[in-house]
């Protein structure tokens, strides 16, 4: 596993753009236009959020990335994670080793939860995530529709670090006043 470069950019699109036709996890309909992409993993890398790539030999396996949950601040401890595989690596525990390092890297970073949506019907997902630690947060019905059915949603949650356990390092002493 390694941080991604922008010379994987075209080796993602296609993995992307596979699971895009045939897969459960991405909800566009479209292929990306490399520049968002590209937009998207410098979004991430400014962030000091992984965006990594397995390279196998120099083969692009696959990739993930960690996404800020929600954009507002009481967030800010919080990502949300994809993981795609190639569609010739799959069943070879390339998605267990990007997310084992995509929980290692947040955890350094300072995360402390990280949330995953998977879709319902994607089994092999929801197996790695929970021999991976997560557990189901909730499930939204009938929120996406994609194959000519609708489908579902379940967010699954891992606890990072000390998690709750403790107060972040950069947080404001005190209490919370009306109007702040």
């Avoid at 897969?23 to 000091?48: N, Q, T, V, Y």
């Avoid at 996404?67 to 993981?83: D, L, M, N, Q």
């Avoid at 991976?132 to 996406?144: D, H, I, K, T």
């Amino acid at each position: 596993m390694r941080q991604s470069t922008e010379a994987d950019v075209p080796a993602m699109l296609e993995i992307y753009g596979y699971h895009i036709q045939h897969g459960l996890g991405p909800f566009d309909i479209e292929p990306l236009h490399p520049e968002e992409l590209k937009r998207r993993r410098k979004a991430m890398l400014k962030r000091r959020l992984p965006h990594l790539v397995a390279d196998l030999g120099g083969a692009i396996a696959g990739y993930a990335y960690a996404a800020p949950f929600r954009k507002r601040p009481a967030y800010r401890y919080t990502v949300e994670h994809s993981i795609y595989v190639h569609k010739d690596f799959q069943g070879l525990g390339i998605g267990r080793q990007l997310l084992s390092a995509l929980v290692d890297a947040c955890t350094v970073a300072g995360c402390r939860q990280m949330i995953a949506v998977v879709d319902s019907a994607n089994a092999p997902s929801l197996r790695l995530h929970e021999s991976c630690g997560f557990e189901q947060a909730g499930v939204l019905r009938s929120v996406g529709f994609k194959f000519g059915r609708w489908t579902d949603s379940v967010f699954l949650q891992r606890a990072l670090g000390p998690a709750d356990g403790a107060l972040p390092d950069d947080h404001r002493g005190g209490t919370v006043q009306a109007g702040d």
